[in-house]
């Protein structure tokens, strides 16, 4: 995706006006393809400003150190958060589909999806989903201080979910991919069945997910059944 994501640009970019068409968006999206394609360790400026065939000194215009081109693909990811309306549904519901936008775009990018637990206050799209998410928790009756925590846990967790999928994707080549698959289910299903026959029982699943969609699901209701669960003892303690 990497390849054809550059190709795509160097093409937008034939007439000699390349280094123009290198926008702060733009060159946030190219660090996310690429950490896509070869992981986050292979982000840097020079390799970016390499691949487009540019100089580093037209990068560093918009971003003046790797730090700051972090943040850009953070923000780059809250951009691509869609947010449900506000609705008058019960808050456990519109709470679920905030985390659900959320995990819809950071599930494809599980390589720069932990970028966004440090960064959700230090952008206006991340500032908009805290905001929705401590709303809700404070329709549930949480204090402010128990919403913040709480609304840090989902975050994490969230990432948690995409950066720790069993058999998640990394890089392009399907048959290596599928080769590391078999040799994790292999791996564990060789242990002593005495002395861990549940995971030989659970190699497989371990291994990769059967089901990516109903493993986000689940891992979804799981925190929305936890906080409604908190917070109905909350109220009938009080």
Request: hydrophobic residues 45%; glycine residues 8%; contains cysteine.
């Amino acid at each position: 995706m990497y390849r054809v994501w550059l190709s795509i640009m160097k093409k937008s970019g034939s007439d000699g006006r390349t280094r123009e068409r290198l926008s702060r968006e733009a060159i946030a999206g190219g660090a996310v393809a690429l950490a896509d394609a070869e992981g986050l360790e292979a982000v840097t400026i020079r390799r970016l400003a390499q691949d487009h065939g540019v100089s580093p000194m037209a990068l560093y215009w918009h971003f003046k150190d790797k730090d700051q081109l972090l943040d850009g693909i953070a923000d780059r990811l809250f951009n691509d958060v869609d947010l449900p309306p506000v609705s008058t549904e019960p808050w456990p519901q519109q709470l679920r589909a905030v985390l659900q936008a959320l995990l819809a775009a950071l599930r494809p990018h599980p390589a720069v999806a932990g970028l966004v637990t440090s960064r959700i206050l230090t952008s206006e799209a991340g500032l908009n989903i805290a905001e929705r998410t401590l709303s809700h928790l404070r329709q549930a009756g949480f204090s402010p201080e128990q919403a913040a925590e709480i609304g840090s846990y989902l975050l994490g967790a969230v990432v948690t979910l995409v950066t720790c999928e069993p058999g998640q994707r990394h890089g392009e080549d399907d048959e290596a991919h599928e080769d590391a698959i078999r040799v994790k289910a292999a791996s564990l299903g060789a242990l002593s069945p005495r002395r861990y026959p549940n995971i030989i029982a659970s190699s497989g699943a371990l291994a990769a997910c059967a089901s990516p969609d109903a493993y986000y699901s689940l891992g979804l209701d799981m925190l929305i059944t936890g906080v409604s669960g908190i917070a109905t003892e909350a109220e009938a303690a009080s």
